[in-house]
């Protein structure tokens, strides 16, 4: 079974050629080629590739530039504007591009986006009509995230980082008083079948050093509420990157003695190829 990693943001150095929209805590630059290259390393075979919203928004060339150069190994992933009336034509265009698994909607609390907002309504039914899953980013915000998913039943939903806001700084992640304050709604939440849940970015809500055993508690609620076919692993490199390295982000969970081979093998990779009906190819 293949391992795939739920996500990951990839993107080039900031230049005047593809400028950042906004600056970053993450390496300078963490390539296509780079993110391969530290995949090899590590046994990880393929990974869903998610376009960095804070540098990119909604362009999503740069992920489609890094599937075609290296197409067994990404599906791609785009954020959607649910403030864009023609965000149908454009998941369209989407489904048509080589390599494309999902779209994204993001759902900030500070953005004050209701449940029933036209644009998250107009983003749910062309995700059915396009057969495409719906990567949610609702963390910090799980009630009315909870809410868009009752109110689209018909809708595939992948539910981005645990649903649980994650720090963004080592500070952070030790000066946090309760990391998974969220974790009782998040159980709640695994009762709506059209939903699954990414395991990433994890290790960052430890407040031990690598590697970082308090998680694995939490975890075992998340994975008994969803079962196991319903869960899929991943380190959110880069975004995780300032608070936990890539390497100690893999290796804990390879390494694992906590579940069985067959849960294992589901969370690190058949949950993943059957929400987004994808499997990674090695050339």
Known sequence: MAIIDSQIHAYEANTPQRPWKSQSASPPSATGDEHVAAMDKLGVDGAI??????????????AVEVQKKHPGRFGIVKPVDP?????????????????TVGIRLRLPAEKGI?????????????????????????????????KVIDRHPDTRFVLDHLGILQPRSPAARLSAAAPWADLPKVVELAKRKNVVIKVSGACTLSK?????????DPLAKIFD??????CLWGTDWTRAFPVVNYENAVKPFLETNRLSKSDWAMLMGGACEKAYRWAPKKS
């Open 49 to 62: 590739f998610v376009s960095s919203f804070s540098m990119y928004q909604y362009d999503s060339s740069y």
């Open 83 to 99: 403030e864009d009336l023609s965000v149908e034509d454009v998941i369209a265009d989407w489904k048509r591009t080589p390599g």
């Open 114 to 146: 209701q449940h029933d907002d036209p644009g998250v309504d107009r983003i749910a039914r062309a995700a059915v009509k396009y057969d495409f899953p719906v990567n949610f980013l609702c963390w910090g915000n799980i009630d009315m995230g909870t």
């Open 208 to 216: 031990e050093p690598y590697p970082f055993n308090d998680i694995w």
């Open 225 to 230: 509420a969803w079962g196991m076919e319903r």
